[in-house]
């Protein structure tokens, strides 16, 4: 059955998991979630255009259903098959913050001399890196794969299917804690792919500038194939220059970046050192980075008819949160206003972790204050903080409609289960 997977692949080299995405010829895979059921939708997806629909627990009788024992398996299993017939530069890349950026502006560089092959969006899990393995073909040149973890062994899993012959670790810090439980936990997961570069001799990118990734590559005793960047190792100056990250870098010329924020220059860095590898031209890489623009709200200046944004509002966790209010503190701006929501998946210590970022705004010159969620709540009552609370955004979006805001210059950050996005695409903030 695997074999003729792939072979019905090789012929309908278009995967959909979505019924209200189904592309005409494409193979329907029937997965399943905690509220849905593919398979309940299986002969949909045949009557809208799909050649086959794959399924492990459908009981219809039609030629173009495609059985298996699971599913989910069936694909993660078809990916390998296809990573297998590849023998191209592939780069796998984790990390606790920062891992998207990273890979966009890696994918941005690299595309300057390669057809790269990339993770889309975040579509970093079980189920997103088979699906962006899938996406190469023929014209590919290189592949690009970003993998995300929430429990232990994801990152060991997810790098054994991209097999990657390169790879970096952006940061390990206490996101996610609600299924690692500690640091090290976290560590441990994300280490796994220094373990398989070591295994087979790959390439390791690391931040020189990190003790915590110094310190894990010597554990390991990894020394060969290894590839440092970092502020030292570069001779880089870096500065904010009228919002914008800016940097100097030895033998580049100025890199004028759309990205906000110091911490964002690790991330720039990391495509410096790839691209630098792979042998793209210099001029072009900092042309690159320069004209990459962020989106899905990471790092995003947005200006309204009524105010000056500063959109960070898709993940959120306590480095992440307390390096976009240090940047934040550096931003010019008559009137100031902090929109900040929920750190989701902490754990144990998600508590602490509130009362520090609501002790730490305390210390800021800031003209208004907004809190969404209700462990930010929690926090500034026990704390009697400053500021509003909101249980939920719909609530603060109905505030701001009575009361609205102008002329400010606003930090939006928190995790994306708080959905803070809402207020840009509400209008409320300025169309």
């Not at 997806?45 to 259903?65: F, I, Q, T």
């Not at 580049?252 to 590898?277: C, D, E, R, S, W």
């Amino acid at each position: 059955m695997k074999d003729k997977l792939y072979s019905l692949f090789l012929k309908h080299p278009l995967i959909c998991t979505d019924t209200r995405q189904i592309r005409t010829g494409c193979l329907f895979f029937a997965l399943q979630g905690e509220r849905f059921d593919g398979n309940r939708f299986a002969l949909e997806a045949l009557g809208k255009g799909a050649a086959y629909a794959v399924v492990d627990n459908c009981s219809v009788e039609d030629p173009r259903l495609i059985r298996v024992p699971d599913v989910l398996a069936a694909l993660q299993h078809l990916s390998l098959t296809h990573r297998n017939t590849f023998n191209i530069p592939v780069i796998a890349l984790t990390g606790s913050n920062g891992k998207t950026t990273t890979k966009e502006l890696i994918h941005a560089v690299l595309a300057t001399r390669f057809r790269v092959t990339a993770t889309k969006g975040n579509l970093n899990n079980h189920i997103g890196v088979p699906l962006s393995i899938l996406e190469m073909n023929g014209e590919t040149q290189a592949g690009l794969f970003e993998m995300g973890a929430s429990h232990p062994g994801e990152i060991a899993f997810l790098t054994e299917m991209v097999r990657p012959d390169a790879g970096l670790i952006t940061n390990i810090s206490g996101a996610h804690m609600e299924g690692f439980e500690t640091i090290e936990g976290v560590e441990k997961c994300k280490g796994a792919l220094y373990d398989y570069l070591a295994s087979t001799g790959g390439v390791v990118f690391f931040n020189a500038d990190d003790p915590f990734l110094s310190h894990m590559l010597d554990q390991r005793k990894i020394k060969n194939n290894v590839v440092a960047y970092g502020t030292k190792k570069q001779g880089v100056k870096a500065e904010i220059v009228e919002g914008m990250l800016q940097l100097k870098v030895d033998g580049y010329p100025l890199i004028k970046t759309n990205l906000a924020g110091l911490y964002n220059t690790p991330n720039v860095l990391a495509a410096l050192a790839v691209g630098n590898y792979y042998g793209t031209d210099r001029l072009e890489t900092a042309k690159a980075v320069a004209s990459y623009k962020p989106s899905n709200h990471r790092s995003q200046w947005i200006q309204t008819s009524s105010n000056k944004i500063l959109a960070d509002a898709y993940n959120a966790n306590p480095v992440s949160m307390a390096l976009s209010l240090e940047n934040f503190d550096t931003v010019n701006g008559a009137r100031k206003c902090l929109i900040l929501g929920d750190m989701l998946e902490l754990g144990a210590g998600s508590r602490r972790e509130h009362l520090k970022i609501v002790d730490r705004v305390e210390k800021m010159n800031t003209d208004e204050i907004f809190w969404v969620g209700p462990l930010f709540t929690e926090a500034v009552r026990e704390r009697n903080a400053a500021g509003m609370c909101f249980p939920h955004v719909d609530a603060l979006i109905s505030h701001l409609e009575k009361e609205p805001m102008q002329e400010f210059v606003i930090l939006i950050k928190g995790s994306n289960g708080i959905r803070l996005t809402k207020l840009i695409a509400s209008g409320v903030l300025g169309k």
